[in-house]
């Protein structure tokens, strides 16, 4: 009998720490200067994810949530390629989230299109810094 009772908790548990898995987020944010546009488009590696071209407004956010998937077959990665400028000559593509070999629940990765380059932070309370300039066509 306490077998079982063990064995039931043990399921409870499991199913409840699977409810628990928050989905991971990735935004893309413009903060190049008031009245410039930030091209994006991002795609994702399962099912050949494909958000298309987009543009942001100055202070607009884009955010994609998703699932990990993570098996020796295949792997979660998003790759934005991210262009501003008057012809968007100024461009970057950034692999802006890539599973790791164990699936992860509520990861966070902010990416950031400054003037002089992309800002990142993986934690909310922190502050972003400067990882990559600007590519030029
Ligand atoms: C952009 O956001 C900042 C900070 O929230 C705000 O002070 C500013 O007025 C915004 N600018 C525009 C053009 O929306």
Known sequence: MNHLIAFALVITMHFSLNEAC???FVEIHNQLAPGRVL???????INEQDKGVKYLKFNETFVIEFSDVSSR???TVWTCLLSQGDK?????????YRAASIERCGQYRSWTAKSDGIWTRRDR?????????WKKK
Not at 39 to 45: L, T, V
Not at 125 to 133: A, D, E, F, R
């Open 73 to 75: 077959r295949e792997r």
């Open 125 to 133: 309370t922190k502050p972003s810094g400067h990882v990559l300039n």
């Open 22 to 24: 928050k989905p991971n």
């Open 39 to 45: 091209k994006h488009h991002c795609r994702g590696s």
């Open 88 to 96: 968007m000559e100024f461009f970057f593509d950034v692999q802006v």
